[in-house]
């Protein structure tokens, strides 16, 4: 199974914030789309990801106000991406060796999807569930 096939399933809505927003504004979209990380685009350009984690860790442990403080001071900017000809066994690879749950999909540079670790593993249980099916309907042959 490819990217692309995860997100013709689970749909293709991208959600971003500015750099320049707050993080207490980039809370609020999260809340409201029931998301835990936010992309943040500026001129169509993928700058970098904001999580929950970033937040738990970067504001409140110390102890800093996200009504002040901007997106760009606490995002990630390191942002590993897929494209949509990249199947699951790639996504899981990534996500595993650099301790990252969302990706974002990159097609032509611009971001088209995101995918995250539920939607990685909802996609493989799909898939073994479809093996066992497979395999049951052969044994009772």
Same mark, same amino acid.
């Given at each position: 199974?490819?990217v692309?096939? +995860? $997100? ?5 809505n991208?959600?971003? %914030? !500015?750099?320049?927003n707050?993080?207490y #504004?980039a /809370? ?10 936010i ?9 970098? +990801? $904001?999580?929950?984690r970033?937040?738990a860790?970067?504001? %409140? !442990? ?5 009504? #002040?403080? /901007?997106?760009h001071?606490?995002m990630e900017?390191?942002v590993f991406?897929v ?11 990534l996500?595993?060796?650099k301790r ?7 097609e ?5 999807g995101i995918?995250?670790?539920s939607d ?5 249980i799909e ?7 497979y395999?049951?309907s052969?044994i009772?042959?």
């Open positions: 199974m490819t692309n096939q +995860i $997100l013709n399933s689970k749909g293709k991208v959600y971003s %914030v !500015l750099p320049s707050t993080v #504004e /809370l609020k979209e999260m809340g409201e789309k029931n998301i835990g990380a992309l943040v685009i500026e001129d169509h350009a993928l700058k970098g +990801i $904001l999580s929950e970033d937040y860790r970067k504001i %409140v !442990l110390k102890d800093k106000s996200s009504k #002040e403080t /901007l997106v001071e606490i900017s390191t991406t494209s949509l000809a990249d199947n699951l066994d790639a996504c899981m690879e996500m595993s060796t990252i749950r969302h990706l974002p999909v990159l032509d540079g611009i971001v088209v995918i995250s670790i990685v593993v909802k996609a493989i898939i073994q569930k479809d093996t066992i099916q395999l049951n052969y009772s042959q």
